[in-house]
């Protein structure tokens, strides 16, 4: 991909998107998404998760989700709007977008949009695919149960 800042690659063989209202602010959303190193306490997939600094455009960090260790660098983010991260992982090259829009004080559609490419992917697209397509519907269903805890 030649600009990852302009979003996800929508050319890559593997290409997957989901949106879910959630009923909480965009601000208490944009939290979630941003504090990387509480990913683990929420997010049961991913394992660790650290930033070294707070997540701007160029900032790097590190977390382990199904059995790999990832480092994902922040290409744009507009707060509390939207966020672009990506890198390769395996010979993977992913880009993750979530776009959050207000719907009202105390609701957020959260979009969010990924895409895969390397020689992995291109093996096995459609398992691939389907892979990539679970995983993010989970990853909204956990934000979307964390965001409308009671606090």
């Not at 997957?16 to 601000?27: C, D, M």
């Not at 979630?32 to 960090?61: C, H, K």
């Not at 979530?98 to 009202?104: A, D, I, M, R």
Request: charged share 15%.
């Amino acid at each position: 991909m030649d600009n990852p800042t302009a979003g996800i690659d929508r050319a890559a063989p593997v290409v997957a998107r989901h949106e879910l209202t959630i009923r909480a602010p965009a601000t208490a959303v944009w939290g979630l998404l941003t504090d990387v190193p509480a990913w683990p306490s929420w997010q049961p997939d991913i394992v660790s998760a650290r930033a070294r600094t707070p997540l701007t455009p160029g900032a790097t960090f590190h977390w382990r989700t199904a059995a790999l260790d990832i480092a994902s660098t922040v290409y744009a983010m507009e707060a509390p709007r939207l966020i672009l991260w990506g890198g390769p992982a395996q010979g993977i090259v992913a880009v993750h977008q979530w776009t959050l829009t207000s719907s009202g004080p105390a609701a957020t559609l959260v979009t969010t949009e990924e895409s895969w490419d390397g020689a992995p992917v291109r093996a096995d697209a459609a398992n691939i695919r389907q892979a990539l397509d679970d995983s993010l519907a989970q990853w909204l269903g956990h934000l979307k149960t964390a965001a409308e805890k009671p606090r």
